[in-house]
């Protein structure tokens, strides 16, 4: 092995990002200042807020399956631990930033005081390309990332959960490697875990369930029929999928779907069950024949009532909302709306349930999962369901009522309500010096 092979990063190059791409903490940090003007939050508090309680960075160095070194940068951004230990996903992906993670760790500080979870916020990121590494490989760099944070870690301290490409086995080997080192079984150090090892019933389809009970919500408000409702879902994966599937089953026609290859449009309706056998199968939609090919941009601006974007961030610009035909977004995906096109849409009278309140369903049955856990009694699906709906309607309608109340769009009621309650929480905790 040469000096240079050692070395060398494995992803040491930042693709540029795209024309109308947002700095993510820039991007939430607008919506905050919003939300900290009409609170009138004293400077000193707003500076907390804004600041995140710990930030690491460390590398991960990995041997790889023919015998090289390669080192991956990983890391973990507590925004909070204000109102209990942080909580928080952990994303692999070859370009994800410190800002992205910043902006996600503080999104979960205000999905958790949202949902009344006793939860602060935090996420977690390796910049590596998942789809070029053996299963191998990925278990060496999970388990060397959480030996690297072994200190964070915890379940009275900081739970990471799955984000995208983790998934229930890479959380197993978290909850192992944890284990390993405090030589004993800790499940609830982590969430997202295999049913066998301690996780929940309905985590899997927590976060889609969630989107399909507030667009429901949203839809009451509007006066929109579920049968009569045509709805378009960008993204296909877990949150895109089990949502476009429980609204289908709630009577909503769903006309078009897309994934990383494209979208796809039937006017009758896109069979959904067979759309996600397709790609059980095909690991894509790449080839579904159960609708015409159009494009992710003639997705998002069809003549829809509901458009769900769950793929990524930044999907939504200034020129898509211009063109959007929707009547209501359900933000599935964590951002991606960017803040350049609030106002846009706001002007038309598009209803957006953003975000930190649309998706929190996943870490709402992540902080049930913890509940079992700790417990050592595991609930049946039909509990986790039904506290899952209840928590996210009561969500829907505090969010409503303060976004009534101040006057304001959904997203920014749905701030105020997250930053005044961990304010007030700050406040009666005290600042320890
Ligand atoms: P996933 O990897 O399972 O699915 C992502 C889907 O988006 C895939 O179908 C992929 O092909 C598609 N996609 C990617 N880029 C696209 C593009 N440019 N255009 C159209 N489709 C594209 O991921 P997921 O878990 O479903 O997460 C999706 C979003 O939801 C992310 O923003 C994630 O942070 C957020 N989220 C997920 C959860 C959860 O519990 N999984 C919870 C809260 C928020």
Known sequence: MSTHDVYKPSVYQEPGPPLDRENPFESMMRRFDVAAQILNLEPGIYEFLKTPTKIVITAVPVIMDDGSLKVFEGYRVIHSDILGPSKGGIRYAPDVTLDEVKALAAWMTWKCAIMDIPFGGAKGAVRCDPSKMSPGEI???????????????????????????????????????????????????????????????????????????????????????????????????????????????????????????????????????????????????????????????????????????????????????????????VEGANG??????????????????????????????????????????????????????????????????TAQRYNVSLRIGAYILAVDKVATTLKLRGIYA
């Open 139 to 329: 278990e060496r760099l999970t388990r060397r990332y959480t030996a690297n944070l072994i200190d964070v870690f915890g379940p009275d301290t900081d739970i990471p959960a799955p984000d995208l490409n983790t998934n229930e086995q890479i959380m197993a080997w978290i909850m192992d490697t944890y284990s390993m080192h405090a030589r004993r079984t800790v499940t609830a150090v982590v969430t997202g875990k295999p049913l066998v090892l301690g996780g929940s019933r309905g985590r899997r389809e927590a976060t889609g369930r969630g989107v399909m009970t507030v667009t429901l919500a949203a839809m009451e408000k509007l006066g929109l029929r579920a049968h009569q409702s045509r709805v378009a879902v960008q993204g296909f994966g877990n949150v895109g999928s089990v949502s476009a599937l429980l609204l289908h089953q709630q009577g909503c026609k769903i006309v078009a779907i897309s994934d990383i290859t494209g979208g796809y449009y039937n006017e009758a309706g896109i069979d959904i069950p067979a759309a996600i056998e397709y790609v059980r199968q095909h690991r894509t939609l790449e080839g579904f024949t159960g609708g015409d090919r159009i494009t992710n941009e003639e997705l998002l601006t069809l003549d829809v009532d509901v458009l769900i974007p769950a793929a990524r961030e930044d999907q939504i610009t200034p020129s898509i909302a211009q063109r959007m035909q929707a009547r209501l977004i």
């Open 336 to 401: 991606p709306t960017t803040a350049k096109a609030d106002p846009i849409l706001n002007e038309k009278g598009v209803m957006v349930v953003p975000d930190i309140l649309a998706n929190a369903g996943g870490v709402t049955v992540s902080y049930f999962e913890w509940v079992q856990d700790r417990q050592g009694y595991f609930w049946s699906e039909e509990r986790v369901n039904r506290r899952l709906n209840r928590a996210m309607r009561n969500a829907f309608e505090k969010v409503f009522h």
